[in-house]
């Protein structure tokens, strides 16, 4: 079966600092992969998504940038944190079956930026 | 651009008490709607897709329909572990093969004794 795995789970960083976020997939082969953003009172927001290695799509833009160096893994960065890019950070992936397929979802991180 | 609204944002249910979430939208063709069960400071948790309207999907308590322009998603005889926010997404036919969602911020849902 199938899994997802973010980390961390928490993270508090100060304003100016880098971040690095990570996410991998087992037991899929060459999955979607996504990041989204959600915040307090706000529905899920689509930040980036990839098809395959290498292959990044910007939906906001912003001060984050994703990556995709293996095929299961999306990596989510900032070269300096701003306060605005607190929230709850959330790894999807999907698969595409020839039609319309649902995404899943990994646990989560929660970032704090003090 | 594909907008979703859900009503009520919250929800207070006695053990027992059935009632319906509801979820509205707007998108330039619908390739599915997504319902998903969100447990606080946890990820989103899969439930049901709808593609047409007329379909239906059941799940334990839970029962999601759907028509041209809203789901529903109706819990019959609620109990206390069923309470969570419940999040609706669409998906337009134009996101080619990325499972592009749109959410709804969601009815939070609590089921008391």
């Known amino acids: 079966s199938q899994t997802i795995h973010q980390w961390p789970a928490t993270l508090v960083q100060p304003v100016g600092s880098p971040l690095s976020l990570e996410c991998t997939v087992e037991g899929t082969s060459n999955p979607n992969l996504y990041w989204y953003r959600q915040a307090a009172g706000r529905g899920l927001q689509l930040l980036f998504y990839?098809?395959?290695?290498g292959q990044i799509s910007s939906e906001v833009p912003q001060n984050l940038s994703a990556s995709r160096p293996q095929d299961r893994q999306f990596i989510l960065s900032s070269k300096k944190l701003l306060l605005s890019d607190s929230g709850f950070y959330l790894c999807?992936?999907?698969?595409w079956g020839g039609g319309y397929t649902e995404a899943f979802f990994g646990q989560g991180t929660r970032l704090t930026v003090v | 651009e594909d907008q979703v609204t859900q009503s009520p944002e919250a929800l207070r249910l006695q053990e027992g008490e059935s009632s319906s979430l509801n979820c509205s939208y707007t998108v330039s063709g619908l390739r599915g709607l997504f319902w998903y069960r969100q447990d606080p400071g946890k990820g989103p948790e899969f439930l049901f897709t709808?593609?047409?309207a007329g379909e239906e999907k059941e799940k334990e308590r839970l029962k999601a329909t759907l028509t041209k322009k809203e789901s529903f998603l109706h819990i019959t005889a609620p109990k206390p572990e069923d309470s969570a926010t419940y999040l609706c997404a669409v998906q337009s036919l134009n996101t080619g093969t990325a499972s592009k969602l749109t959410f709804g911020t969601g009815t939070r849902l609590q089921v008391t004794l």
């Open positions: 999807a992936w999907s698969t």
């Open positions: 990839s098809v395959g290695i």
């Open positions: 709808l593609y047409s």
